[in-house]
Every structure is written in structure tokens, then in C-alpha cells.
């Protein structure tokens, strides 16, 4: 459920009141129940009921009825809402170990996160630059990367949480060479028989041809002519301005861009929606998937919003289509 300060709550809440979810999969909640019955009230959804398990087996997996394994790590009557804080850090913390541990012993066949804040679990001791490096430690995954996707929109990172100068540094043949596999082998998860992969620039215009860096000619071009010679369906370095252009409009399935802002502004410009007159985010769309695990990994594309915990308003279609996706994948790896 992640943050218990969060939004995380409500908007689990809000996605498991979705009868359709139920048609496909078999739902739970990690997480503290007291915080549920808190999130409930302020949703308003009190037509919903609560089952309280402490192992799988005893789920019910009934419409109406939200089956939570209750972690009981936080008091619900004292944690305050939408701050940042050393006990909601270590319980979002321990609620993402238990569902990796459910999925490493086959447990659960997918795994679905909302957002923890970064801070938080920092100040409970556990120093992870996000879920993606957590769920790399706890599977012991050495070759991963992130994957955000909305709609047949989807790019993954040759690097993700590093500064910008650590990432021009990061753009190596080998690594670019591993990204282009893992895009295409997710492509394949996902049902997309001869995925094809645009790979972007680093610099402007690709480098026009070694003018603006070195790094496309050095570096990207050997890893997508390395890809081709696997038989990938890899074209590149397009100019990272025209790249998503071009994968919206079909040229791509996925593409792989060389750093965190250059994957992630495009694709949120499309599915953050803001409605200015009402002042109100119309829509949060997108997921976050992490490629290479030898589990399911599937999030929201978007943070804590500690500002709008409490408020009922938080929009939960980012995680609906995070359910959705990992149903597909873990349907397709079976």
C-alpha cells in the first residue's frame, strides 16, 4: 500500500472498488489495516469490508471484501498524514520486503507497488535510491533496468537515479547493448513477437555526427549494430527530441533512452494531466515496471503526494494501470 502517510491507502482503496480487477486476478493488501479503515473513511467507499490475514492461503479474493496482510507497524490514530517520517519510512520499507519475499517463494505471482518517499526510509536506516535498487538487492539481480509505459508507450533507462553528469559518464556500449536486450525481451513478455526498438541520443541531434559529443558514435552506435548482428530489431541513435514522436506514432514498441529525465519527461507530459479551472489532476496515468527480475515488479509512475493524503482526491488510474500490467505479464509468463 506503500507510504502509510501517503496516498498509497486511499488509492488502493479507490482501485480494488473496481469489480474488474476481481474478473482477472486474485487481489491482496500488504500493509496495516488500521491505516485501511482510516483511508476507507476518507474515500467514503464504506460499502467496502475489510478480511484480516496473515498468509495467503487465507485470502477469500471476494469483490467487496479487501483481503489485507496486516504488518501492524504503524498506530493509525497517531501517524499524521502527508508528512514525511521515520516510522512510515520503515514500515513502506518492510511492506515492499514482504511482498518481495511472497513472490520469491511463489507465494503471489506478481507484485504491484504504490509510491514510498525516499526520505522516509532513509531516516528508518534503509538507504535505497527507490524499489527499483530494493527489489534488485532482494532477488539478487545484478542486470535490471526501469521501464515506465503508458498505453503502447514505453521506454526504459540505460540509467536512472544518478546525476546527470554520472549518466553521460554511464553511456557505455556494454550497458546500452544489456538496456536494447531488456527492452526487447519485455517487448517479447508482453506479447510483441518482433519488437521494435528505438534506441535515443544522448546529445543534441544524436551528436550530428560528432559535432555536440562523441558519445553516439563511441558508444550507442556499436551497441544497436551489436544488436542487429543478435537479430534485434534496433534502430539508432535517433535525436532524442523526434524519438517518442515516433514511437507514439508507431515506428517503435519500446524505445531505450540514456537517462532518467530523458525517458521519464515524455512519457508524464502524456499521462499527468492537469485540469487548470478545477485545479484538479484530471489524470495520473502510467507504470513503472522493472525489467530483468526474476519476479514481477509493477508501480505507479508517480510519488507519496503527501499534499493531497487525507483529501480523498488523489486519482488512482496510474495504479489501475499498474494492476493491468501486471496481469498481462504474469498471464504471459505463464
Known amino acids: 500500500m506503500g507510504d502509510p502517510a501517503s496516498i498509497g491507502p486511499e488509492i488502493t482503496l479507490k482501485a480494488l472498488n473496481n469489480p474488474s480487477i476481481y ?19 476518507t474515500v467514503g467507499l464504506k460499502n467496502l469490508k475489510f478480511h484480516k490475514i496473515s498468509q495467503v492461503s487465507e485470502a477469500l479474493f471476494e469483490y467487496g471484501t479487501i483481503d489485507v496482510l496486516d504488518m501492524g507497524l504503524v498506530d493509525s490514530e497517531k501517524l499524521e498524514l502527508g508528512k514525511v517520517s521515520k516510522e512510515a519510512g520503515e514500515a513502506a520499507f518492510q511492506y515492499v520486503v514482504k511482498v518481495i519475499e511472497l513472490a520469491n517463494k511463489g507465494k503471489v505471482d506478481a507484485t504491484v507497488t504504490n509510491a514510498f518517499n525516499k526520505e522516509a526510509i532513509n531516516l528508518a536506516g534503509h538507504h535505497y535510491s527507490g524499489h527499483t535498487e530494493v527489489y534488485a538487492e532482494y532477488t539478487g539481480t545484478k542486470s535490471y533496468t526501469m521501464m515506465l509505459a503508458l498505453g503502447d508507450l514505453r521506454v526504459v533507462h540505460v540509467s536512472t537515479h544518478v546525476s546527470l553528469r554520472e549518466a553521460c559518464d554511464r553511456v557505455k556500449k556494454d550497458r546500452v547493448l544489456e538496456v536494447i536486450r531488456i527492452a526487447n525481451d519485455a517487448c517479447k513478455q508482453l506479447g510483441i513477437k518482433n519488437p521494435k526498438v528505438g534506441v535515443a541520443g544522448l546529445n543534441p541531434h544524436s551528436g550530428e555526427g560528432g559535432l555536440f559529443g562523441r558519445e553516439e558514435i563511441e558508444e550507442i552506435i556499436p551497441a544497436i549494430e551489436a544488436a542487429n548482428a543478435e537479430g534485434i530489431l534496433a534502430e539508432g541513435p535517433v535525436p532524442p527530441d523526434t524519438v517518442f514522436s515516433k514511437a507514439r506514432g508507431g515506428w517503435y514498441d519500446i524505445v531505450v533512452a540514456m537517462y532518467h529525465d530523458q525517458g521519464h519527461i515524455p512519457l508524464k507530459v502524456v499521462g499527468f494531466v492537469y485540469d487548470r479551472d478545477a485545479q484538479v489532476w484530471e489524470a495520473v496515468e502510467g507504470v513503472n515496471i522493472t525489467l530483468g527480475l526474476p519476479i514481477i515488479r509493477v508501480s505507479v509512475d508517480h510519488g507519496t503526494a503527501f499534499d493531497q493524503a487525507g483529501t480523498g482526491q488523489a ?13 498481462r505479464l504474469a498471464k504471459n509468463r505463464k
Open 23 to 41: 474478473e482477472q486476478a486474485k487481489p491482496l493488501v500488504v500493509g496495516d489495516l488500521g491505516m485501511m479503515y482510516k483511508a476507507r473513511e
Open 315 to 327: 486519482n488512482e488510474l496510474s495504479l489501475m494501470n499498474s494492476i493491468d500490467y501486471a496481469i
